[in-house]
């Protein structure tokens, strides 16, 4: 297992990769990223410059990050390797079995999946002892928290460096145990979105109204106060009591929504069409994702 980790690799310079390259860097590492479209690789410097200038970053740190169009110099002389490349199982599962032929023996090799178990993208390793998942939210230099995922296979070490690491460059990381598709996060974030969309379906309210619900009730408290902590402090008896009355009657459907198909179906994907659960004008888009990146950097420098 590596001893000091300095150099990092990161696959992938999609909107995640050069977020999380920009994190290492700034941290002191240097770091090499690849990526096999030359425009997303051209782009990652620009971006992590402009990051830095918005956020008052260090803009030295920039110079740490070496892109590179080979993904064998690319992960040769890294202690640690990150992939962040498209969300496609067989394409995770190509690129690590390439890691794995360039790679120093000690380097400890993760995966930036959102929801794809860890044990599919690395089971076809030659050494799984020290592959293992960094599942980060977007954008990796605002949001704090990165799920550490260990599978079966993977050393206690690996694990302890891999903390150690983003403790390091100042992230949150959590131990996952368990290796379950969506690991912690997604598991509860897409459990609210399968009742939110099956209360527009059963024509409950209208998707503005789940969001307002949301946003200007408990939304407001979870920031600071999780759903466990939440069930403590009014109560577990309550919680009982509550659930006994309510679990019954909510949606448990194994698979997605009918109406999320047909939206699909229809080509309301959202921002990108102009229209998904509601309409969007290009203003509004544009007011929504400031909106959100305002709150996330004020939430950091609090
Ligand atoms: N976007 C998010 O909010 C988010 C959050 C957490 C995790 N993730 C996960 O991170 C990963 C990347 O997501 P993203 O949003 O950055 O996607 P993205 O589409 O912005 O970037 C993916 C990049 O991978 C590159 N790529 C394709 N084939 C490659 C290969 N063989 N080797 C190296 N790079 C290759 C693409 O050219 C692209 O630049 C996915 O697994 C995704 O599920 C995304």
């Known amino acids: 297992m590596a001893q000091e980790i300095k150099n990092v690799g990161v696959l992938g310079a999609g909107l995640m990769g050069h977020g999380i390259a920009q994190v290492f860097a700034l941290a002191g590492h240097d770091v090499t990223i690849y990526d096999p479209v030359m425009a997303a690789l051209d782009s990652a410097k620009t971006r992590i410059r402009a990051n830095l200038a918005d956020l008052g970053d260090?803009?030295?740190?920039?110079?740490?990050?070496?892109?590179?169009?080979?993904?064998?110099?690319?992960?040769?002389?890294?202690?640690?390797?990150?992939?962040?490349?498209?969300?496609?199982?067989?394409?995770?599962?190509?690129?690590?079995?390439?890691?794995?032929?360039?790679?120093?023996?000690?380097?400890?090799?993760?995966?930036?999946?959102?929801?794809?178990?860890?044990?599919?993208?690395?089971?076809?390793?030659?050494?799984?002892?020290?592959?293992?998942?960094?599942?980060?939210?977007?954008?990796?230099?605002?949001?704090?928290?990165?799920?550490?995922?260990?599978?079966?296979?993977?050393?206690?070490?690996?694990?302890?460096?891999?903390?150690?690491?983003?403790?390091?460059?100042?992230?949150?990381?959590?131990?996952?145990?368990?290796?379950?598709?969506?690991?912690?996060?997604n598991r509860l974030q897409h459990a609210l979105w399968r009742e939110a969309i099956a209360l527009v379906?059963?024509?409950?309210?209208?998707?503005?109204?789940?969001?307002?619900?949301?946003?200007?009730?408990?939304?407001r408290r979870l920031a600071v106060l999780g759903p466990l902590e939440n069930a403590d402090l009014v109560g577990t008896d309550l919680t009982l009591a509550i659930h006994k009355t309510v679990l019954p009657d909510l949606e448990r459907r194994g698979g997605p929504s009918p109406y999320l198909e047909a939206l699909v179906a229809q080509g309301r994907l959202g921002f990108k069409s102009g229209a998904g659960f509601r309409e969007w004008s290009g203003e509004q888009q544009a007011a929504l994702r400031a909106k959100v990146l305002q709150h996330l950097k004020k939430a950091r420098d609090a």
């Not at 980060?136 to 296979?153: A, D, F, K, R, S």
């Not at 503005?208 to 939304?219: L, M, N, Q, Y």
């Open 58 to 185: 260090d803009p030295a740190a920039v110079e740490r990050v070496r892109p590179l169009a080979d993904l064998a110099a690319a992960v040769r002389d890294a202690d640690y390797v990150v992939e962040a490349v498209l969300e496609d199982l067989p394409l995770k599962q190509r690129v690590f079995a390439e890691i794995e032929r360039h790679v120093r023996p000690a380097a400890i090799l993760a995966s930036n999946t959102s929801v794809i178990p860890i044990t599919a993208i690395m089971e076809g390793l030659r050494d799984r002892s020290r592959a293992l998942g960094t599942h980060w939210w977007n954008p990796p230099y605002l949001v704090p928290l990165v799920e550490v995922i260990g599978t079966q296979w993977t050393a206690q070490a690996a694990i302890d460096w891999t903390i150690a690491l983003h403790q390091a460059a100042g992230k949150m990381p959590v131990h996952v145990r368990k290796d379950v598709p969506g690991f912690v996060g």
């Open 201 to 219: 379906e059963h024509g409950i309210c209208d998707a503005e109204t789940v969001d307002t619900v949301i946003k200007a009730s408990f939304g």
